[in-house]
């Protein structure tokens, strides 16, 4: 059974000031919090809840994106602050100290090629999950020692898991056991 702790008034004071909008949940999930903040304050927002003497205890759990790019469907508080923003990164943060979970749903602007700076610096285990993201969703991260693919090849310059890629290819490739051999076929696509 969870304990039920307060949010802490160091988080509610710098939260407050940077006009970040969060949540909680009494009853499903006790102690966790979901903020939603922009993409310039979240790197000095980490750095503040890593140097604070009484948050310094905590962990990056998870990283990683949603494509905000045909929700259309939100209710009229979410539309104001996901309308004009192309993708949502987002970061789950556990205090060791505090016993509880800050979720922050970083927006990030609509342009070209969005990016974010690196909090690989404060927390070693993002590096992984940073390129992992930066990888499947196209984010750039600066400051960051190492940009190496990990799961696609290197001339890649696709995002699989953005609404944009394409999920048929132009050619179909297959072993034909009639021929004992690989065919490649120009795909056809049907529309009924």
């Known amino acids: 059974m969870y304990k039920k702790y307060m949010f802490p008034l160091q988080i509610f004071l710098i939260l407050?000031?940077?006009?970040?909008?969060?949540?909680?949940?009494?009853?499903?999930?006790?102690?966790?919090?979901?903020?939603l903040v922009n993409y310039k304050w979240f790197y000095t927002l980490s750095l503040l809840l890593k140097n604070e003497l009484f948050l310094n205890n905590s962990m990056l759990v998870e990283n990683s994106a949603i494509d905000l790019r045909f929700a259309n469907?939100?209710?009229?508080?979410?539309?104001?602050?996901?309308?004009?923003?192309?993708l949502m990164t987002f970061y789950l943060f556990y205090f060791y100290g505090l016993k509880m979970k800050i979720n922050f749903l970083v927006l990030l602007k609509?342009?070209?090629?969005?990016?974010?700076?690196?909090?690989?610096?404060l927390y070693p285990n993002a590096n992984?999950?940073?390129?992992?993201?930066?990888?499947?969703?196209?984010?750039?991260?600066?400051?960051?020692?190492?940009?190496r693919k990990l799961l696609l090849d290197y001339s890649k310059i696709e995002n699989p898991l953005l609404k944009d890629y394409a999920s048929e290819g132009l050619q179909d490739v297959f072993y034909n056991f009639f021929e004992n051999q690989v065919t490649v076929s120009k795909s056809e696509v049907i529309e009924l």
Not at 130 to 145: A, D, P, Q, V
């Open 16 to 35: 407050e000031k940077m006009n970040i909008v969060f949540w909680s949940s009494k009853s499903l999930t006790p102690n966790s919090y979901v903020c």
């Open 73 to 86: 469907n939100l209710n009229d508080k979410l539309n104001y602050f996901f309308n004009n923003n192309k």
């Open 110 to 121: 609509n342009n070209y090629k969005p990016y974010m700076l690196s909090v690989e610096k």
């Open 128 to 147: 992984w999950i940073e390129r992992e993201t930066s990888e499947m969703f196209g984010i750039l991260y600066y400051f960051k020692n190492d940009m």
